[in-house]
């Protein structure tokens, strides 16, 4: 697919290429039927990274420089994170303050899943025609938690070679406006153009301009326009086999471009692929540090909370150069 919505420069380009439902779900069948895995796996793509590929990217360290990936957690209410994570704090008491031992304490409540904080998706996090990745049973997922497919399954960390596409230093422009969408001809140019190739086990980030358009403009309904991946791209990627693949959007584009499906690319990359998705991230300090060196490959280490029977974590993924 090469067709594109209007540019960060307000240039106009041919309108969005769309999927229908048909074409979707054939897409949907031919990267389901092609996991090398058996009926019981539950690791998904990452069983591609190795502790081989882990020492590789260990490799890629020359700074010793380590960079966040994740957006500041917030706590106003905006246009994309109507309930926003709510920071408590408690101090001692005035009286006890200056006696003895006191403590500082905080509590936390999050939307995981939000449009404005940085997550990962686990492989129990999508449900397509009633089941999750390589399906397992939906109702699995109960009150309680998932019984199957958690984000406990990443409890060691995701430790391996990061790669950062930026698409729009591709395209000589800001940003991709809400609306517009990557398309594999994107993913190849970035490639080209930064001197990197995308292969087995790589943790592959995909830069659309998404928070440098929010902190430019402002937030704005992030769920009814995005810019992110056209579906499409996923066979390039399941031929690549990535192990992660995030972004610094919520990699679905919006609207939907696909008729009858919504987030297409979630459930190409989670329930088809077994996929686990970083949403919501932030590149802008790690885009700076890759230019200066023209090196876009690093050490990526990504930490989720040990929650044994959650569909997703918030995280602080740290690339180190």
């Keep these: 697919m090469t067709g594109r919505g209007r540019t960060g420069t307000g240039e106009s380009r041919l ?14 069948e031919q990267l389901r039927n092609q996991r090398p895995w058996g009926s019981d796996d539950r690791r998904g793509a990452l069983n591609y990274l190795t502790s081989a590929g882990t ?20 706590g106003r209410v905006t246009a994309d994170d109507p309930e926003p994570a709510r920071h408590q704090m408690k101090g001692p008491p005035a009286a006890e303050a200056g006696r003895g031992v006191a403590f500082g304490m905080d509590r936390i409540e999050m939307n995981i899943h939000g449009n404005a904080d940085s997550h990962l998706d686990a492989l129990c996090h999508v449900i397509f025609d009633g ?13 309680s938690g998932a019984t199957e497919l958690s984000v406990g399954v990443a409890a060691d960390g995701i430790v391996g070679r990061g790669v950062l596409l930026d698409v729009p230093r591709s395209r000589g422009v800001a940003w991709l ?7 594999v001809d994107d993913l190849l140019a ?13 943790i592959l980030l995909v830069r659309v301009g998404h928070r440098r358009r929010r902190e430019e403009r402002g937030p704005w309904d992030a769920a009814a326009a995005r810019a992110g991946l056209h579906p499409e791209v996923m066979p390039l990627l399941a031929e690549r086999q990535i ?43 790690l885009v700076r540090i890759c230019e200066e060196t023209a090196h876009w490959t690093f050490l990526c280490v990504i930490a989720p909370l040990r929650l044994p029977t959650a569909t997703g974590s918030p995280i602080n993924p740290i690339a180190v150069l």
């Design 15 to 28: 309108p969005p290429g769309r999927m229908t439902e048909a074409e979707f779900r054939s897409l949907y």
């Design 177 to 183: 406006d809400p609306g517009d969408h990557v398309t």
């Design 55 to 74: 020492m590789a990217g260990a490799g890629e360290v020359r700074l010793g420089r380590a960079v966040s990936l994740a957006a500041p957690v917030e």
């Design 131 to 143: 089941e999750l990745y390589n399906g397992v049973p939906a109702d699995t997922i109960t009150e």
């Design 243 to 285: 192990a992660v693949l995030g972004g610094d959007g919520n990699n679905d584009t919006a609207p939907s471009l696909t008729d009858g499906v919504a987030f297409p690319v979630h459930v190409l990359a989670i329930n088809a692929l077994g996929v686990m998705l970083l949403d919501y991230l932030q590149f802008d300090d």
């Design 190 to 202: 970035a490639e080209r153009d930064q001197g990197v190739h995308v292969g087995r086990g790589d």
